[in-house]
């Protein structure tokens, strides 16, 4: 079976750090894009970050860029969003995604219509 599961999220203060995990399982990764997308209530879905089944290719959204670092444990099959300088407006629920791909493709969609399997999500809230 299919799946990617999410984990890390949590409480944090501004200006704190989380790391999210988002852990494959019944595919590996050099098959499979992956991405990183947050909603908050009463606001649309947000591409935050990718990385291409190479590895080689990664995308950050304007607001996150500088703060946030995504990557891959091939080993571990997981791939992790290290979020820095957390502000109020990054509290959202967190979602990876997985999209398949040729072997080791440099494809990076940013869209979430793109994506075909999807984590339950892990809340992250951002407060003093």
């Known amino acids: 079976q299919l799946q990617v599961v999410e984990s890390g999220g949590g409480l944090v203060q501004p200006g704190g750090s989380l790391r999210l995990s988002c852990a494959a399982s019944g595919f590996t990764l050099d098959y499979y894009a992956i991405g990183w997308f947050r909603q908050a209530p009463g606001k649309e879905r947000e591409g935050v970050s990718c990385?291409?089944?190479?590895?080689?290719?990664?995308y950050y959204a304007d607001s996150v860029k500088g703060r946030f670092t995504i990557a891959r444990d091939d080993a571990k099959n997981t791939v992790y969003l290290r979020m820095n300088s957390l502000k109020p407006e990054d509290t959202s629920i967190y979602y990876c995604a997985a999209r398949r791909t040729s072997y080791s493709s440099g494809h990076c969609p940013i869209k979430g219509t793109e994506y075909d399997l999807w984590g339950q999500g892990t809340q992250v809230t951002v407060s003093a």
């Open positions: 990385i291409s089944s190479s590895g080689g290719t990664i």
